[in-house]
């Protein structure tokens, strides 16, 4: 089973700041499989990269993912108001190990 | 427009079995590059996959849960129905239901999402 390990547990940064969050598997995951999701408070998940660099439809390219080797990075360039929320890194591994998220990044207003 | 929606109880006792019933529109389980899936979310925890629906009766299981669980689909409604078996307090969560996705590029995603229901489980 692959593990995704998120770093940080929380970041606190000001509105128009750069947002660096890292997602780390604990074996080779391909990135066709490396997702992102925003949660905010009270709502469900939503779907903002795939395939560790496509943003989803709908969603502002201040956000953006790359990958290098086992390490995955979303990257939100310009901290909007509406930015501050927990962020899920998720992979495939196949069967039949499925789907995994990481525990989640807390970005949240300094 | 893709909806979906979860139904089902909001508590059940230990021991019991869960029956949740997602509800969706705006796409046809009868399209390849389409299923749905459960995910659930602990209070204050991370999600969870426990089970995904496929084209042609392709069922996948979370393996930690695969012994309790079973996903199926209602043939003559736009329905995908979980059931989760031996409830314990651990399995106390919200429960969402989520359209699976793929595309050219195999890449695959959970792309909509329900609004999710809380399932408490206590006697």
């Known amino acids: 089973e692959i593990v995704l390990t998120q770093a940080p547990g929380t970041l606190s940064l000001s509105p128009g700041e750069r947002a660096t969050l890292s997602c780390r598997a604990s074996q080779s995951a391909k990135s066709t499989y490396l997702n992102w999701y925003q949660q905010k408070p009270g709502q469900a998940p939503r779907l903002l990269i795939y395939a560790a660099s496509t943003r989803a439809t709908g969603i502002p390219d201040r956000f953006s993912g790359s990958e290098s080797g086992t390490d995955f990075t979303l990257t939100i360039s310009r901290l909007e108001p509406e930015d501050f929320a927990v962020y899920y890194c998720?992979?495939?591994?196949?069967?039949?190990?499925?789907?995994?998220f990481g525990q989640g990044t807390k970005l949240e207003i300094k | 427009q893709i909806t979906l929606k979860e139904s089902g109880p909001t508590l059940v006792k230990p021991t019991q079995t869960l029956t949740l019933t997602c509800t969706f529109s705006g796409f046809s389980l009868d399209t390849g590059g389409v299923g749905v899936a459960w995910i659930r979310q602990p209070p204050g925890q991370a999600l969870e996959w426990l089970a995904l629906?496929?084209?042609?009766?392709?069922?996948r299981y979370n393996p930690s849960l695969s012994g309790r669980l079973s996903i199926t689909k209602d043939t003559s409604k736009n329905q995908v129905v979980l059931t989760m078996t031996n409830m314990g307090p651990v399995d106390t969560a919200t429960y969402y239901c989520?359209?699976?996705?793929?595309?050219?590029?195999?890449?695959?995603?959970?792309?909509?999402w329900g609004r999710g229901t809380l399932v408490t489980v206590s006697s």
């Open positions: 629906y496929r084209l042609t009766d392709d069922r």
């Open positions: 998720q992979h495939y591994g196949g069967s039949p190990r499925g789907y995994t």
């Open positions: 989520t359209r699976w996705a793929t595309n050219w590029n195999y890449a695959d995603y959970f792309d909509c």
